[in-house]
């Protein structure tokens, strides 16, 4: 069974600064795809960016990167130059290929 | 404007007393789904659906239903809701599998006395 873990249950970041939410994930398959979702505290959920198992180069979408390392099974989120508007909950996510169900991890608060 | 809506977004109910939440997307997309959502346990998928009269249990299915008639609907239907059915639920659509980006609704808080 794929299961996603957030080990972070809240984070703390200077504005400006970099900061590293932590997402690992287990699963025996080859063929999956990772997202992290962010939920302000106004409840809707934001997409923000994905990285496929396949894809070589690590993702990224303006201030956020997607650390991916395959071996270890980690694909963290960065958030460059943090504003405060980056004050959320954030999801890690994983698709499963072989039976097409998304798992969410707990989230981790920033 | 693209959206996926779903309605009530707040319920209060009783124990036993049959309820459907109705999703509705208007980007044509394929696959669509139900998750809830409980402090500490973050997003589980409820059910899932690939198209049209395709659908498929999620990771915590027991207590609810599904149906999928039309590509635009997947109402989720509590037949009868217990306490433990107390959570925050969204619907979700992408355009052809889950691995595509989820388009959420705005949420449904149902609370179940």
């Known amino acids: 069974a794929q299961k996603i873990t957030q080990t972070q249950p809240g984070m703390f970041v200077q504005e400006k600064e970099a900061v590293t939410l932590d997402c690992t994930y287990d699963?025996?398959?080859?063929?999956?795809?990772l997202f992290w979702y962010k939920q302000p505290s106004s409840g809707e959920m934001i997409f923000l960016i994905y990285?496929?198992?396949?894809?070589?180069q690590n993702a990224t979408e303006g201030r956020y990167s997607l650390n991916f390392q395959k071996a270890r099974k980690s694909a963290n989120l960065v958030i460059s130059a943090s504003q405060l508007g980056d004050s959320a909950m954030y999801f890690c996510?994983?698709?499963?290929?072989?039976?097409?169900?998304?798992?969410f991890g707990t989230g981790t608060r920033l | 404007e693209a959206q996926v809506t779903q309605n009530p977004r707040y319920l209060i109910t009783v124990t036993g007393k049959k309820l459907t939440v109705t999703c509705s997307q208007n980007?044509?997309?394929?696959?669509m789904s139900w998750y809830r959502q409980d402090p500490g346990l973050g997003l589980r998928q409820i059910y899932y659906?690939?198209?049209?009269?395709?659908?498929d249990k999620g990771d915590v299915p027991e207590g609810y239903k599904v149906s999928r008639k039309e590509k635009r609907n997947f109402p989720l239907i509590l037949e009868s809701p217990s306490p433990n059915q107390t959570s925050l639920y969204f619907c979700?659509?992408?355009?052809?599998?889950?691995?595509?980006?989820?388009?959420f609704g705005p949420g449904t808080r149902l609370t179940v006395l």
């Open positions: 980007m044509n997309h394929e696959y």
């Open positions: 699963t025996s398959d080859q063929s999956y795809g």
């Open positions: 659906s690939m198209n049209v009269e395709v659908t």
């Open positions: 996510a994983m698709f499963h290929f072989g039976n097409e169900k998304l798992t």
């Open positions: 979700a659509s992408s355009l052809s599998t889950g691995s595509d980006t989820q388009y």
């Open positions: 990285q496929g198992s396949y894809d070589e």
